[in-house]
């Protein structure tokens, strides 16, 4: 799984390695631990009789998470993976078209068929969730593996063969399940999700995992924080727990334990500028984890509800630019032509506010709402259209996989087409803007569907706020707070409006590539 942002690291499977390279350790997020609290200084006689200073742990904390770690270790398992690494590129030489330069250390095949390719090792961590060999583990540890290239390493030493039983890139969660012959009629050790007593923030927890491929590894901290998100898709289901236990490379996919030795969280993604540990860690917690490994054993895979739209953050500019105060919700900024919430009567610039009346903040606390849904079942949704209320229902549709959703979020730009011929331009001083009607000129350089209504964004003032906010030359125009708009008159007149109800900006429904996004702009003096 990609970085999702500056710092975060998540899937790093420490020890990928070409043909058959033993290395270890997948990659979570983290950062350095606060300074503990000064320990109690006890005086104690010393050989001679003068008083020696002994250290204890203050009030509240064990003496020793040794019995802690002999009841659960035995259920964490090291993963080691087995996958496919990229095959080197055969070399061409211009004039020697037809034949292959094979890099040294490359066999070439048989009547030019492919050879198999290299192979490469990584491992993480896991835990077993039933006496009969189901696995929890984090997807990005075993997403690329071979067919039969997944061994779990217990405690004990044994090794054994497992195999997928689903996969849920969602939350980044997988479930395996021990297959080996040698293991027909075993109890394995398991653990248990603990999803009634939440630990609080500041309370004990210890991880365990295979860092670097060492081995079953103990480490522990607090919890730091609830509610992190990692500003990527997983994140969308996920509201992870920080805690300050040490995670490494390796650890991936290992559970976090409180004091009583109960799964509070796997352990997934690790903060560093170096990509080392650093002392902050994320983890998933064990009601979503719980729910997700129930899901994926029944069925393999998670059914979740969907609404077909594509939605941003309502920002605090964005409800200015309304005259809605201090609303939260998600605005809705595209529908997909067909979808649920099309057909249900959902429209473009709606603010979503509630969804089967539980109020939403963001646009990821949508998506988790409607994601909760059942294919079929209605959602009640609670939006503001031009500022005044109502409730939209939507018959639930099934979410897509994240890679089909991907396909349909290319940002990929058209470039060196040549300049259309310039139509007529006109300007919006207050907004920055230089604006032009779309010929078909400016449709075949900039790929704007025949369908899309409005105004080409000619030219971006640098300093304005439009500048800043990263529009650019290429960009459609096709409303202004929630009106459409085609000539430089509507423009300044929903301009003009906004600044008569004395609103410090208006908001923009911009495409570009294709995909549309609701940008707020300042309205200059």
Same mark, same amino acid.
């Given at each position: 799984?990609?970085?999702?942002?500056?710092?975060?690291?998540?899937?790093?499977?420490?020890?990928?390695?070409?043909?058959?390279?033993?290395?270890?350790?997948?990659?979570?997020?983290?950062? &350095?631990?606060?300074?503990?609290?000064?320990?109690?200084?006890?005086?104690?006689?010393?050989?001679?009789?003068?008083?020696?200073?002994?250290?204890?742990?203050?009030?509240? *904390?064990?003496? /020793?998470? *040794?019995? !802690?770690?002999?009841?659960?270790?035995?259920?964490?398992?090291?993963?080691?993976?087995?996958?496919?690494?990229?095959?080197?590129?055969?070399?061409?030489?211009?004039?020697?078209?037809?034949?292959?330069?094979?890099?040294?250390?490359?066999?070439?095949?048989?009547?030019?068929?492919?050879?198999?390719?290299?192979?490469?090792?990584?491992?993480?961590?896991?835990?077993?969730?039933?006496?009969?060999?189901?696995?929890?583990?984090?997807?990005?540890?075993?997403?690329?593996?071979?067919?039969?290239?997944?061994?779990?390493?217990?405690?004990?030493?044994?090794?054994?063969?497992?195999?997928?039983?689903?996969?849920?890139?969602?939350?980044?969660?997988?479930?395996?399940?021990?297959?080996?012959?040698?293991?027909?009629?075993?109890?394995?050790?398991?653990?248990?999700?603990?999803?009634?007593?939440?630990?609080?923030?500041?309370?004990?927890?210890?991880?365990?995992?295979?860092?670097?491929?060492?081995?079953?590894?103990?480490?522990?901290?607090?919890?730091?924080?609830?509610?992190?998100?990692?500003?990527?898709?997983?994140?969308?289901?996920?509201?992870?727990?920080? !805690?300050?236990? &040490?995670?490494?490379?390796?650890?991936?996919?290992?559970?976090?334990?409180?004091?009583?030795?109960?799964?509070?969280?796997?352990?997934?993604?690790?903060?560093?500028?170096?990509?080392? /540990?650093?002392?902050?860690?994320?983890?998933?917690?064990?009601?979503?984890?719980? *729910?997700?490994?129930?899901?994926?054993? /029944?069925?393999?895979?998670?059914?979740?509800?969907?609404?077909?739209?594509?939605?941003?953050?309502?920002?605090?500019?964005?409800?200015?630019?309304?005259?809605?105060?201090?609303?939260?919700?998600?605005?809705?900024?595209?529908?997909?032509?067909?979808?649920?919430?099309?057909?249900?009567?959902?429209?473009?610039?709606?603010?979503?506010?509630?969804?089967?009346?539980?109020? !939403?903040?963001?646009?990821?606390?949508?998506? #988790?709402?409607?994601?909760?849904?059942?294919?079929?079942?209605?959602?009640?949704?609670?939006?503001?259209?031009?500022?005044?209320?109502?409730?939209?229902?939507?018959?639930?549709?099934?979410?897509?996989?994240?890679?089909?959703?991907?396909?349909?979020?290319?940002?990929?730009?058209?470039?060196?087409?040549?300049?259309? *011929?310039?139509?007529?331009?006109?300007?919006?001083?207050?907004?920055?803007?230089?604006?032009?009607?779309?010929?078909?000129?400016? #449709?075949?350089?900039?790929?704007?569907?025949?369908?899309? #209504?409005?105004?080409?964004?000619?030219?971006?003032?640098?300093?304005?706020?439009?500048?800043?906010?990263?529009?650019?030359?290429?960009?459609?125009?096709?409303? !202004?707070?929630?009106?459409?708009?085609?000539?430089?008159?509507?423009?300044?007149?929903?301009?003009?409006?906004?600044?008569?109800?004395? #609103?410090?900006?208006?908001?923009?429904?911009?495409?570009?590539?294709?995909?549309?996004?609701?940008?707020?702009?300042?309205?200059?003096?």
């Amino acid at each position: 799984m990609a970085a999702r942002k500056s710092g975060f690291f998540v899937g790093a499977v420490a020890g990928a390695g070409v043909a058959c390279a033993a290395l270890a350790g997948v990659g979570m997020r983290m950062a &350095p631990a606060g300074a503990a609290e000064p320990a109690q200084v006890v005086r104690t006689s010393g050989a001679s009789g003068a008083p020696a200073p002994m250290f204890a742990p203050p009030p509240g *904390a064990p003496l /020793s998470f *040794a019995d !802690i770690f002999e009841q659960v270790s035995p259920a964490v398992v090291q993963i080691d993976v087995t996958s496919k690494a990229a095959a080197a590129p055969k070399l061409r030489i211009p004039g020697l078209e037809g034949f292959d330069i094979v890099p040294r250390g490359q066999k070439p095949g048989d009547d030019g068929e492919e050879t198999p390719g290299p192979k490469q090792q990584s491992s993480g961590s896991g835990f077993f969730i039933s006496a009969d060999g189901y696995l929890v583990t984090n997807n990005h540890v075993v997403a690329d593996a071979d067919a039969d290239g997944i061994n779990v390493v217990l405690k004990d030493g044994r090794e054994l063969k497992a195999t997928i039983v689903g996969r849920d890139e969602g939350t980044d969660l997988a479930v395996l399940k021990v297959v080996d012959p040698k293991a027909k009629g075993a109890a394995f050790p398991y653990v248990n999700f603990e999803n009634q007593a939440k630990p609080r923030v500041g309370d004990w927890v210890i991880t365990i995992g295979n860092p670097f491929g060492l081995g079953g590894t103990a480490t522990a901290g607090i919890i730091s924080a609830y509610n992190r998100d990692l500003g990527d898709s997983s994140s969308t289901f996920v509201d992870y727990i920080q !805690i300050d236990a &040490p995670i490494n490379r390796g650890n991936s996919g290992g559970p976090s334990f409180d004091i009583y030795g109960r799964v509070i969280g796997v352990n997934t993604a690790i903060f560093s500028p170096t990509g080392g /540990s650093v002392g902050i860690g994320f983890a998933i917690p064990a009601d979503v984890a719980e *729910a997700t490994a129930k899901a994926l054993i /029944s069925g393999g895979k998670v059914v979740r509800g969907y609404i077909g739209a594509q939605i941003q953050p309502f920002t605090k500019e964005m409800a200015e630019a309304q005259g809605l105060g201090d609303v939260k919700g998600a605005i809705v900024a595209d529908l997909v032509a067909g979808g649920p919430a099309q057909k249900g009567g959902l429209m473009a610039e709606d603010v979503i506010t509630a969804v089967n009346g539980v109020n !939403i903040k963001s646009g990821s606390e949508l998506t #988790r709402e409607v994601a909760k849904g059942r294919p079929g079942d209605t959602l009640k949704l609670s939006v503001l259209r031009g500022g005044k209320p109502r409730t939209v229902d939507i018959k639930s549709g099934v979410r897509p996989t994240e890679k089909e959703l991907s396909l349909n979020d290319d940002d990929t730009d058209e470039n060196g087409a040549e300049a259309p *011929a310039k139509p007529q331009v006109q300007k919006s001083d207050a907004l920055g803007l230089t604006l032009a009607p779309i010929d078909d000129a400016a #449709r075949r350089t900039y790929s704007i569907d025949p369908a899309v #209504r409005g105004l080409l964004i000619d030219g971006v003032k640098a300093s304005s706020d439009a500048g800043e906010k990263g529009l650019r030359k290429g960009d459609v125009l096709t409303s !202004i707070n929630g009106e459409p708009v085609a000539n430089a008159t509507q423009v300044a007149s929903a301009v003009d409006a906004a600044k008569k109800l004395q #609103r410090p900006s208006v908001n923009l429904r911009i495409i570009r590539a294709g995909r549309p996004t609701i940008v707020p702009l300042k309205i200059a003096p």
